[in-house]
């Protein structure tokens, strides 16, 4: 039995399927654990969907902000006519409800006892423990999974609020969790979200760093497995390991096996 870590697919269907051809992935007995963004960019995010799901129960997914976004249009367009011909694909699919249904019920944040592993999309702040992470995560899948789903998601995006207080309620803390979970990666010591900076380290804001960097955090001693960005790269550290290889953008599709740590690649391209 095999654990695998996949990073961000974004509809890159052919790539998936090479990528689980090499690692002669088998559902009866391997795991596969997405880092988010299985859908966008990549022209078959209903192929890509339609696999995973078929996988299940073999397949875990910490969601990201473009499945989040995906959500949101499809209760805003459910018929299509969203402007993006990708999601319109999926929404006028005949199983599009139980495609979106099962993506709802994927979480945001996960702990593996066995792997002694974090994993999101993105990233968390210096505040949060582990079990911070994974308790705010589940406020919102509670969310996404109950009758409020489309007010939460018509609420769901905006900046602000940036600065995590526990006492916050309502939209504001569950649209702060969202953006730190699916869409952080720079913050200051705070907490303090820079959610416009997707450059490498450097690129960030002055008294902004790399939210992994800071050693002050409380997640210091926990492995974190994340996606969400490309400009970072692959990276496997002994306190994270970033996955998001930048497929969609021309680069590769990776997958790390957690028992030993071999690490197999795709090119974005079969011809390449």
Same mark, same amino acid.
């Given at each position: 039995? +095999?654990? $695998? ?15 689980? /051809? @090499?690692?002669?992935?088998? *559902? ?7 880092? !988010?963004?299985?859908?966008?960019? !990549?022209? /078959? ?9 078929? #996988? ?17 249009? $499809? ?5 299509? =006519?969203? =402007? ?9 699919? *005949? ?10 019920? /994927? ?11 974090? %994993? ?14 994974? +308790?705010?995560? @589940?406020?919102? &899948?509670?969310? #996404?999974? +109950? ?9 769901? $995006? ?15 803390? #569950? ?7 699916? %869409? ?10 820079? $959610?416009?900076? +997707? !450059?490498? *380290?450097?690129? /960030? ?7 992994? @960097? ?12 994340? !996606? ?8 496997? @550290? ?6 998001? &290889?930048?497929?969609?953008?021309? =680069? ?21």
């Amino acid at each position: 039995m +095999s654990t $695998y870590l996949i990073g961000d697919v974004q509809g890159c269907y052919d790539s998936l399927q090479r990528l689980l /051809q @090499k690692i002669k992935f088998d *559902p009866a007995t391997d795991k596969l654990w997405f880092c !988010g963004d299985l859908v966008n960019r !990549g022209g /078959q995010s209903l192929q890509v969907l339609r696999l995973l799901k078929s #996988l299940e129960p073999a397949v875990s997914v910490s969601l990201g902000n473009h499945d989040l976004h995906l959500m949101a249009n $499809y209760h805003l367009h459910p018929d299509g =006519g969203s =402007g993006n011909m990708e999601f319109d694909a999926v929404f006028t699919a *005949p199983d599009c409800d139980s495609l979106i249904d099962w993506l709802c019920t /994927q979480p945001l944040s996960c702990w593996s006892e066995q792997h002694q592993l974090l %994993r999101v999309h993105a990233g968390v702040i210096p505040q949060w423990n582990w079990q911070a992470v994974v +308790s705010a995560g @589940k406020e919102v &899948s509670t969310i #996404l999974q +109950s009758d409020k789903r489309s007010e939460f998601l018509r609420h769901m $995006y905006g900046n602000r609020p940036r600065r995590w207080r526990e006492e916050r309620t309502g939209w504001k803390r #569950l649209r702060l969790i969202t953006n730190i979970l699916t %869409r952080l990666r720079f913050c200051d010591a705070e907490g303090r979200g820079s $959610y416009n900076a +997707s !450059g490498p *380290p450097g690129s /960030q804001p002055k008294n902004y760093k790399p939210w992994f @960097k800071h050693k002050h955090r409380l997640t210091k001693d926990v492995r974190i497995a994340f !996606g969400h960005w490309a400009a970072l790269g692959l990276r496997v @550290k002994k306190r994270y390991i970033s996955m998001d &290889s930048g497929c969609v953008w021309g =680069g590769k599709l990776s997958a790390l096996r957690l028992e030993d740590h071999v690490l197999s690649q795709v090119r974005c391209r079969s011809d390449q």
